[in-house]
């Protein structure tokens, strides 16, 4: 597969990003897992994981998806993990020699230009990372030709800040002091978020059967400032458009998202609605 220096550039950067944030997502991944594990189960149904299945997870971060899959696929399946960012991957390699899984391996790779032999994977799955590709319909085409012909390939992403809380806070904080600009199009995680964009993209990629929808699930924190430490260190679109704020306009927008989101807590924890997009499809 041909490759641009323009698409290389936008790896590195997005490569530079998570690599910043790996630290806080290993240490607040309890509250990740705990946000999350809703969408994996989606992403096996939808990728019909099943034991004996040799499994692809697609920007694996700190591995979450790929343990989750490591256990459906038992001992006689296996699980391959990449990402990007070496230094999300040694939090995933970590937890697994923790929690005793044989059967995952992970390497750095992007996903988009993955070398594997053709034909080599029954599923894929990518939790919230195919969205990140240079060019997404052409990662998606690459990625379906290593799956077997009938294996199924999941992917999440998130709806829309307007209906999804988590990320409508922050977004309406930040509003008045970035003019409601989104970030550069490569970056803005919310470009195929509207109903049907990731499915058009998949059908575009080449994908049959292909199948979207909507979960609900909730993020907790142990109380107002533990959230805005999450989201300040763990959302790298938000550090984004928040760290080249000046002090004061930083504070405005600490205190308007602290205000928001304090009507999600009950005796010390909070618990705000999110919405995610699953979207499935069938290589033939
Ligand atoms: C939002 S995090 C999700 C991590 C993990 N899938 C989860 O749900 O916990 C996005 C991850 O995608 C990775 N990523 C972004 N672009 C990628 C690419 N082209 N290839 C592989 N990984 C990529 C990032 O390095 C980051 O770890």
């Known amino acids: 597969m041909s490759d641009s220096d323009t698409n290389i550039e936008k790896r590195e950067r997005v490569q530079a990003d998570w690599d910043e944030a790996a630290d806080h997502w290993a240490r607040w991944e309890p509250y990740i897992h705990n946000l999350l594990w809703p969408v994996s189960v989606r992403l096996a149904a939808g990728a019909r994981l099943r034991a004996g299945m040799k499994v692809l997870d697609v920007g694996t971060g700190t591995g979450d998806m790929a343990l989750f899959a490591a256990g459906v696929v038992e001992n006689s399946g296996s699980v391959v993990g990449i990402d990007l960012s070496e230094d999300m991957l040694q939090t995933a390699r970590d937890r697994a020699r923790v929690l005793g899984f044989a059967n995952v391996s992970f390497e750095q790779a992007s996903g988009d230009v993955f070398a594997a032999d053709s034909q080599s994977f029954d599923a894929i799955v990518g939790r919230f990372s195919a969205f990140f590709f240079p060019d997404v319909v052409a990662g998606l085409s690459h990625l379906r030709t290593l799956l077997k012909p009938g294996g199924r390939a999941s992917f999440s992403l998130w709806t829309p800040p307007e209906v999804n809380p988590v990320f409508g806070i922050p977004r309406d904080a930040l509003a008045p002091f970035t003019k409601g600009q989104q970030e550069a199009d490569s970056f803005n ?96």
């Open 189 to 284: 995680p919310f470009r195929h978020s509207g109903p049907g964009l990731f499915a058009t993209a998949m059908k575009e990629a080449g994908y049959a059967e292909v199948t979207d929808e909507e979960v609900g699930l909730y993020q907790f924190a142990p109380g107002c400032e533990a959230y805005w430490d999450i989201l300040v260190k763990v959302s790298t679109s938000f550090r984004k458009q928040y760290d080249p704020l000046s002090e004061k306009d930083q504070h405005a927008v600490k205190q308007s998202v602290l205000k928001q989101i304090s009507q999600y807590e009950t005796n010390g924890i909070v618990r705000v609605p999110a919405r995610a997009r699953v979207v499935s499809g069938t290589s033939t």
